[in-house]
């Protein structure tokens, strides 16, 4: 059973840092690529960040450029974001999502990726 479990959401002050984690079992971590996506209130769940777990590639979006870090821990079948900088529009929920089944290259659009955790709250207060 696939499961993919975040941690790491809490509330900062604007200027803050926060470091989520995504913990995947059940499935090859090593197969494609896994997302990192947020979700804030009234608004359309959007991609920040991706990376190919096979090689490492990383990609962020725009709006988190220069603040946000993906990474991987092969060894524990993790992925991290590190945000730094925090605004205070990037609170949402954010959740981790996974890429299984094609090689194909993955992007920001939520049904490109297979399987999703529950999601973690981070609140970024002014």
């Known amino acids: 059973q696939v499961q993919l479990a975040e941690s790491g959401g809490g509330s900062v002050q604007a200027g803050g840092s926060l470091t989520l984690s995504c913990a995947a079992s059940g499935y090859d971590f090593r197969s494609n690529c896994m997302g990192w996506f947020r979700q804030a209130p009234g608004k359309e769940r959007e991609g920040v960040a991706l990376?190919?777990?096979?090689?490492?590639?990383?990609s962020v979006a725009d709006s988190v450029k220069d603040r946000f870090t993906i990474s991987r821990d092969d060894v524990k079948n993790t992925v991290h974001l590190q945000m730094n900088s925090l605004k205070p529009e990037d609170t949402g929920k954010y959740y981790c999502?996974?890429?299984?089944?094609?090689?194909?290259?993955?992007?920001?659009?939520?049904?490109?990726?297979?399987?999703w955790g529950q999601g973690t709250q981070v609140s970024v207060s002014t």
């Open positions: 990376i190919y777990t096979y090689n490492g590639v990383t």
């Open positions: 999502a996974a890429r299984t089944g094609t090689w194909s290259p993955c992007g920001f659009k939520t049904y490109e990726y297979t399987y």
